[in-house]
């Protein structure tokens, strides 16, 4: 037996605030495709950390004397 998704507390009256968060989180899933489609970084707060979940950065070289 699973348990149910928990259901957001927040009920919005205004129709244009409802749709805030599926945006957000279709713009985050864009973000993140185009990311690794054009191989650059994209950084997100995970666990208290700054993550990037994009592209992996270039390592950087050896500093020589």
């Not at 864009?30 to 950065?57: F, Q, S, Y």
Request: hydrophobic residues 40%.
């Amino acid at each position: 037996m699973s348990t149910p998704k928990p259901q957001s507390t927040i009920m919005l009256c205004d129709p244009d605030l409802q749709k805030v968060l599926p945006a957000l989180r279709r713009a985050a899933h864009i973000a993140r495709e185009l990311a690794l489609r054009t191989g650059t970084p994209c950084h997100v707060w995970l666990d208290g950390k700054m993550v990037n979940i994009g592209a992996p950065l270039p390592a950087k070289p050896a500093a020589t004397k």
